[in-house]
């Protein structure tokens, strides 16, 4: 049968009744749109997650020492396990797959003075390659060097909290001597402010200086607070946490994991808890927008059981002109696809309008996949093939005789 | 006139299963007709005119017999091939019209066409234009069918049933909804048609009818009773003119 005869033949009855067949598209509009919305809003708020988890730096990996003496005796602070050393540093930096960048971690509280302002924060004792573990960025000036950490010297990058309230009236920082508590740093740059973080902490209160310097100057320790290490990509990250493991355990001479003296976390956990969240979310949206395209769908059948019904005497003529059952079969079941494909389509525009609707008025972050758009479509055109099928059916099985007669 | 047979019945039987008594709509029919002729079929209800017609049209099968529609026969076709010969072979005008509703004329006669693949968009549009002007409606081309009156879609309905261009055209109480004066019309056309040679069954139980035709077929308990020439053809068109004038012109254009 000429296909594009029964498509103007169905284009034809839809005209006729257009009140009707736009009622009915509306289900699926409606449908459509909050599939679209719903999947966008869960996607959107998903990235914004990710987003910030990556601004922290997605292949962090962090080392931690670990009180394994868990039962019994005195508990100390992990700042006073001396358990992580230079040497577990070097040996990271030297033999540990999948990691490309390492720096030690000490830190020590105080008070940073300027002139007469003071500020207390904590500082930390790093190498220069944490800059770009922790994704920062130099405003002025430029990170220490190597050559400073093998020489302990005292100076220091600041964060824009610590530069606002030391140098109050707007003095450039780099050059200027600050003091933390009593011993004094050269201020070398200044880095870019990154603003709070997902918890809410402060991410420009920070001070970096070459950990030699603050081990020996300030602590007088020679044992390290941590290690943050940074895998060559987010995929990666699983093998390096395993091949840190291996070189730790084997300095430490520990075979079994239950009593690892350190502890290694990556981002990917922090972020696949915070995403898993929100993966829950969008499942939950998508469920409800889903719901609403079924009831769009058995909106279809209705009409079109309804249009059967009332059009038995057309079906008996088409017939007796020389429709054959295929036809009459097809002409209904291209009614329903016309249908649910024109209200998937108006659905896919309202639901771009009302996710940036959504973006506008309430600022939520939105992203609308390509793939939510694609599938939305794909299941409103099954959605018409399936609920207009039975009427369909319905429709070419009459005997022409009877719905001739038929009043 | 050709004296090539259309329709050719030979002992056509038609019975139905009602509950579990087999009612005998058609008890042995058998007739011919040729090319050309316009015949009546009448009878009252019960005597299987209905299923007689439904036969003729293709849209039922006889329990048993044979029938030969322009050569080929129909009783041993499936549905899609009875469907292929309605849509090339036959032309219905039933009696309420059966237009589709809100649709314009030349829509409605097309349709037929619209089943015929090998009928193109522009051949189609030419020859429903064609058939409304062979009923004198092709100035109104784009009326819509609930905008026209009893007579404009009968005329419509005849259209359709000429565009296809049919071996018989099967008339079923053509004139059964219309007026007087518009029944006349009608017959007039048919008669019209008839002269150009197109052969038309018209099914009625209205006697009247049968004297505007050329042979007369009485059913009755589904039997032939009687098969007549007429001597006579009364002419639809004088019947037409006898008629006392109406004062309301635009009747006339019925």
Request: with cysteine; hydrophobic share 40%; glycine share 8%.
């Given at each position: 049968?000429?296909?594009?005869?029964?498509?103007?033949?169905?284009?034809?009855?839809?005209?006729?009744?257009?009140?009707?067949?736009?009622?009915?598209?509306?289900?699926?509009?409606?449908?459509?749109?909050?599939?679209?919305?719903?999947?966008?809003?869960?996607?959107?708020?998903?990235?914004?997650?990710?987003?910030?988890?990556?601004?922290?730096?997605?292949?962090?990996?962090?080392?931690?020492?670990?009180?394994?003496?868990?039962?019994?005796?005195?508990?100390?602070?992990?700042?006073?396990?001396?358990?992580?050393?230079?040497?577990?540093?070097?040996?990271?930096?030297?033999?540990?797959?999948?990691?490309?960048?390492?720096?030690?971690?000490?830190?020590?509280?105080?008070?940073?003075?300027?002139?007469?302002?003071?500020?207390?924060?904590?500082?930390?004792?790093?190498?220069?390659?944490?800059?770009?573990?922790?994704?920062?960025?130099?405003?002025?000036?430029?990170?220490?060097?190597?050559?400073?950490?093998?020489?302990?010297?005292?100076?220091?990058?600041?964060?824009?909290?610590?530069?606002?309230?030391?140098?109050?009236?707007?003095?450039?920082?780099?050059?200027?001597?600050?003091?933390?508590?009593?011993?004094?740093?050269?201020?070398?740059?200044?880095?870019?402010?990154?603003?709070?973080?997902?918890?809410?902490?402060?991410?420009?209160?920070?001070?970096?200086?070459?950990?030699?310097?603050?081990?020996?100057?300030?602590?007088?320790?020679?044992?390290?607070?941590?290690?943050?290490?940074?895998?060559?990509?987010?995929?990666?990250?699983?093998k390096a946490v395993e091949s840190i493991t291996q070189i730790l355990a084997k300095n430490h001479n520990i075979s079994n994991?239950?009593?690892?003296?350190?502890?290694?976390?990556?981002?990917?956990?922090?972020?696949?808890?915070?995403?898993?969240?929100?993966?829950?979310?969008?499942?939950?949206?998508?469920?409800?927008?889903?719901?609403?395209?079924?009831?769009?769908?058995?909106?279809?059948?209705?009409?079109?059981?309804?249009?059967?019904?009332?059009?038995?005497?057309?079906?008996?003529?088409?017939?007796?002109?020389?429709?054959?059952?295929?036809?009459?079969?097809?002409?209904?079941?291209?009614?329903?696809?016309?249908?649910?494909?024109?209200?998937?389509?108006?659905?896919?525009?309202?639901?771009?309008?009302?996710?940036?609707?959504?973006?506008?008025?309430?600022?939520?972050?939105?992203?609308?996949?390509?793939?939510?758009?694609?599938?939305?479509?794909?299941?409103?055109?099954?959605?018409?093939?399936?609920?207009?099928?039975?009427?369909?059916?319905?429709?070419?099985?009459?005997?022409?005789?009877?719905?001739?007669?038929?009043? | 006139?050709?004296?090539?047979?259309?329709?050719?019945?030979?002992?056509?039987?038609?019975?139905?299963?009602?509950?579990?008594?087999?009612?005998?709509?058609?008890?042995?029919?058998?007739?011919?007709?040729?090319?050309?002729?316009?015949?009546?079929?009448?009878?009252?209800?019960?005597?299987?005119?209905?299923?007689?017609?439904?036969?003729?049209?293709?849209?039922?099968?006889?329990?048993?017999?044979?029938?030969?529609?322009?050569?080929?026969?129909?009783?041993?076709?499936?549905?899609?091939?009875?469907?292929?010969?309605?849509?090339?072979?036959?032309?219905?005008?039933?009696?309420?019209?059966?237009?589709?509703?809100?649709?314009?004329?030349?829509?409605?006669?097309?349709?037929?066409?619209?089943?015929?693949?090998?009928?193109?968009?522009?051949?189609?549009q030419k020859r429903a234009i064609e058939a409304l002007e062979i009923v004198e409606l092709g100035d109104r081309l784009y009326h819509k069918s609930n905008q026209m009156s009893g007579g404009q879609m009968q005329r419509v309905a005849i259209?359709?049933?000429?565009?296809?261009?049919?071996?018989?055209?099967?008339?079923?109480?053509?004139?059964?909804?219309?007026?007087?004066?518009?029944?006349?019309?009608?017959?007039?056309?048919?008669?019209?048609?008839?002269?150009?040679?197109?052969?038309?069954?018209?099914?009625?139980?209205?006697?009247?009818?049968?004297?505007?035709?050329?042979?007369?077929?009485?059913?009755?308990?589904?039997?032939?009773?009687?098969?007549?020439?007429?001597?006579?053809?009364?002419?639809?068109?004088?019947?037409?003119?006898?008629?006392?004038?109406?004062?309301?012109?635009?009747?006339?254009?019925?």
């Amino acid at each position: 049968m000429n296909l594009s005869n029964l498509f103007r033949i169905a284009w034809r009855a839809l005209n006729k009744n257009k009140m009707r067949a736009f009622l009915t598209m509306l289900g699926i509009i409606i449908g459509v749109a909050s599939v679209i919305a719903m999947l966008a809003i869960g996607e959107g708020s998903k990235r914004s997650i990710e987003k910030q988890i990556s601004e922290m730096g997605t292949n962090m990996i962090m080392i931690m020492p670990y009180d394994n003496k868990a039962v019994g005796g005195v508990r100390m602070s992990a700042s006073n396990i001396q358990t992580l050393k230079i040497k577990d540093y070097e040996d990271i930096r030297n033999k540990a797959q999948y990691v490309k960048e390492v720096s030690p971690y000490v830190s020590s509280g105080g008070q940073f003075i300027y002139q007469n302002n003071n500020y207390p924060a904590s500082i930390s004792g790093v190498a220069p390659s944490y800059l770009e573990i922790r994704q920062l960025k130099m405003k002025s000036g430029h990170m220490f060097t190597d050559s400073d950490v093998k020489r302990y010297n005292k100076v220091c990058v600041i964060g824009k909290t610590i530069a606002d309230n030391l140098f109050t009236k707007g003095e450039d920082p780099v050059g200027k001597i600050i003091r933390f508590n009593t011993v004094p740093f050269q201020v070398i740059g200044v880095l870019e402010s990154k603003g709070y973080n997902s918890m809410g902490m402060d991410q420009d209160e920070i001070v970096l200086a070459p950990y030699t310097a603050v081990q020996k100057r300030i602590l007088a320790i020679d044992y390290l607070h941590g290690i943050y290490c940074s895998a060559e990509s987010e995929d990666l990250a699983p093998k390096a946490v395993e091949s840190i493991t291996q070189i730790l355990a084997k300095n430490h001479n520990i075979s079994n994991p239950d009593d690892y003296d350190f502890e290694i976390r990556s981002q990917e956990e922090l972020s696949k808890m915070l995403t898993s969240t929100s993966d829950m979310m969008s499942i939950l949206l998508a469920c409800v927008a889903g719901i609403s395209l079924l009831v769009g769908g058995i909106g279809i059948m209705n009409i079109m059981y309804v249009s059967v019904t009332e059009r038995i005497k057309e079906i008996g003529l088409r017939m007796s002109v020389g429709a054959r059952e295929k036809d009459i079969l097809m002409q209904f079941l291209i009614e329903s696809i016309l249908i649910s494909i024109t209200g998937g389509l108006i659905g896919v525009i309202f639901g771009f309008f009302s996710s940036y609707g959504v973006k506008f008025f309430a600022g939520w972050p939105v992203f609308i996949e390509p793939w939510s758009v694609a599938l939305s479509f794909v299941v409103c055109s099954a959605i018409g093939i399936f609920f207009g099928w039975y009427p369909a059916r319905k429709a070419a099985g009459l005997d022409p005789i009877e719905a001739l007669r038929y009043e | 006139m050709g004296k090539r047979k259309i329709i050719e019945l030979t002992n056509i039987r038609r019975n139905f299963q009602v509950g579990t008594e087999t009612v005998h709509a058609l008890k042995g029919i058998s007739f011919s007709i040729e090319e050309g002729q316009f015949v009546t079929i009448m009878g009252k209800s019960g005597s299987g005119k209905s299923t007689l017609l439904n036969i003729l049209g293709c849209l039922d099968t006889p329990t048993s017999g044979t029938y030969l529609l322009d050569g080929s026969s129909v009783q041993s076709m499936n549905k899609d091939q009875r469907a292929r010969v309605r849509n090339r072979k036959i032309g219905f005008v039933f009696q309420n019209y059966n237009l589709l509703p809100n649709t314009t004329a030349i829509e409605n006669v097309e349709l037929p066409l619209m089943y015929n693949p090998d009928v193109s968009t522009s051949e189609r549009q030419k020859r429903a234009i064609e058939a409304l002007e062979i009923v004198e409606l092709g100035d109104r081309l784009y009326h819509k069918s609930n905008q026209m009156s009893g007579g404009q879609m009968q005329r419509v309905a005849i259209a359709r049933a000429l565009v296809n261009n049919p071996a018989v055209i099967l008339a079923d109480e053509a004139t059964g909804n219309l007026d007087t004066r518009t029944s006349y019309s009608i017959l007039k056309l048919f008669q019209e048609l008839h002269r150009e040679h197109r052969t038309i069954i018209f099914v009625t139980h209205n006697n009247e009818i049968a004297s505007f035709s050329e042979r007369n077929i009485v059913l009755r308990d589904g039997k032939i009773i009687s098969d007549t020439y007429n001597q006579t053809i009364l002419s639809a068109a004088e019947a037409l003119e006898r008629l006392p004038k109406e004062e309301n012109e635009e009747e006339k254009v019925i």
